[in-house]
């Protein structure tokens, strides 16, 4: 987790029409920043109108001239303001404000309430803006005609009310000028172009650097451990040591399961594949590397977690050589830190880069990695709470095939048996895990 002054609040406040991507970016910054250990909370106005105005609102309800459903969607943002002044100013650390806040009246009500009601808050408004038509139909395709508002519609009656929906708020969008004299930033055509303007500290300054790593583009993320090492085999932690001959036999097939996924050396040579620095894991990657024909990123920032004066022991070693760090380990595994070593959360702070570059890629991305390392990324893409890091189960020779969309992970894992070379599919068949709208909340649908 990274270090900040408690008494520091941030207010992120999202700007910019419908379908132009506000909630993935709220969703995605959500996601890191609880990641790396923050208290945030995003409060969605829409969810607010849904709760309080019902879902059978057509787009007349967002006419600017309907005064009667104007003060309605006005009194639910100020209902969610309200919350979200009150988390900031209990334990929370950073809210998002969802929503389209596209008049300079509603941005300058947010902005006046904040500096008023909050101590010590830093505000940053997030301007998502899109031009091109065709992601945005993409937008209203994928996400838009699935949530509550359109669930009793037809696609074709729900895109066109939603169409009409967008054009009475284009009636009175107002983008970000330097008159209201507010901090922010401008994504423009999914990072096209990017526009930053009184942008200070070092939290900031991170959520800058993560939102011009976004984009949407579908791509698959696989994730998997090295082969079986002789280390273990021995059950012992740390070292750099080779593969057993089983993990050699491993990396053979994931090669050929690899090149089932990517029938084309065209197809292949789009993989970014990234490994460590240690012995089993570059083996792993020299063995399918080169059965793919392709290369390899070395990086020492993927080294499996630093196990300190414990590096080489068995567990019953450690056990007995030191019982203290032993049984202090049990008690809590994310924040133990091995003597001369890390902990789980200075591990999620250390390859926090690795998050940067697997975001901006948008072509496949093959990890080869560690058991730690792949719990700590597995955790950021699937929204798991950093307690329940440590507690991850990334089982050896299998791969894990993650697709991340706009509002949920799509996961395969498939065990291969690194003699035979089978594979079968972990947890009965197929599984997808979605994360719901609104209540946040993971659900799984067994296909």
Known sequence: MQDCHKSQKIALCMVGLPARGKTYISRKLHRYLNWLGYNCKVFNIGNYRREICGTECDKSFFDS???????????????????LINYLNSDG???????????????????????????????LWIE????DADVIQNNIRLTKLNNPDYVSMNPEDATKDFLGRIKMYEEV?????????LSFIKLINIGEDIQIHKVKGYLLSKIISYLMNLHIYPRPIYLTRHGGSTFNQENRVGGDCDLSQQGIQYSEQLGKFLLDEFPTQEQRNQIHCLTS????????????????????LQLKTLDEINVGICDGLTYTQIAIQFPEDFAERKVNKLTYRYPRGESYLDLISRIEPIIYEIERS?????????????RCLYAYFHRNEISEVP???????AIIKLTPAAYYCEEIRIKIDPETGERKQIEEDLQITRINMLTKKKSYILL
């Open 65 to 83: 001239k309907n005064e009667q459903a104007t003060k309605a969607r006005n009194e639910c943002a100020q209902m969610a303001l309200n919350d």
């Open 93 to 123: 650390e950073i809210a998002i404000f969802d929503g389209t806040n596209t008049t300079k009246e509603r941005r300058n009500m947010v902005q006046c309430s904040l500096l008023q009601q909050c101590q010590n808050v830093q505000t």
């Open 128 to 131: 998502s803006i899109c031009d």
């Open 173 to 181: 969008y107002q983008k970000i000028d330097l008159d209201e004299n």
């Open 277 to 296: 620095t240690m012995k089993r894991a570059t083996h792993t990657a020299d063995i399918v590397c080169n059965i793919l024909k392709i290369n390899y």
């Open 362 to 374: 948008r072509e496949p991305v093959l990890v080869i990695g560690h058991q730690a390392i792949l």
């Open 391 to 397: 507690q991850l189960e990334i089982p050896i020779h």
